[in-house]
């Protein structure tokens, strides 16, 4: 009776190993599908954030020559003067109010950046991790190929060498 339960566990391990290697190769088939996802998003934000980086350093060049240039107006008496007495100073205050604004928009577009270098590296990170992640399942899949393989075999094995065991067994319960 033993020799029955042997072979029923061997048999039942056979088909543990195929289960896990047709749930393997499933995991494997999602991970993969992800990894092609994730890299199709960095190769798209990639061009995006130089974009923003090109973008960047435009609006701090134009802030940097606007501030030169309102510097300049304000050191001209003369214009501060036709300011202050046709225009009540609201040129200057404009000015300001203008640089001001500049220099807030270019605030943003670094924090933008710095968020969007991040996001690039954090999605860098991951697919390195899922292919990592991948690699291991592939192996997992192998293994269980293996054992099935080798359940199958000592199964197959342990069936010949005690069959005529396994016959008493069956035909004459109550040897």
């Known amino acids: 009776m033993v020799k029955v339960f042997v072979l029923l566990l061997m048999v039942l ?9 047709l749930f ?6 999602d991970g993969e599908r992800q990894i092609a ?15 923003g980086k090109v973008k960047l350093e435009a609006g701090k060049i134009e802030s940097s ?12 008496l003369f214009l501060v003067l036709v300011d202050d007495l046709f ?4 040129g200057f205050k ?27 590296d954090a999605g860098r990170l991951q697919l390195l991790r899922g292919k990592e992640q991948v690699g291991i399942a ?10 099935a393989v080798f359940f199958a075999i ?8 005690w069959r005529r065991t396994m016959i008493r067994v069956f035909m004459h319960p109550r040897d």
């Open 87 to 90: 225009n009540a100073g609201k």
């Open 138 to 147: 592939k192996g997992a899949r192998i293994l269980c190929v293996l054992g």
């Open 13 to 21: 391990l056979t088909f543990m190993s195929i289960g896990g290697y």
């Open 94 to 120: 404009e000015g300001r109010d203008r640089i001001a604004e500049g220099d807030r928009q270019v605030a943003n577009g670094v924090d933008n950046v710095n968020v969007g270098e991040r996001r690039l």
């Open 65 to 76: 020559e606007g501030k030169k240039e309102y510097e300049k107006a304000e050191d001209n």
């Open 154 to 161: 000592v199964t197959i094995v342990l069936g010949l060498c």
């Open 24 to 29: 393997m190769d499933g995991k494997i088939v």
């Open 37 to 51: 996802n994730g890299q199709k998003q960095i190769e798209e934000g990639q061009p995006e954030l130089e974009a």
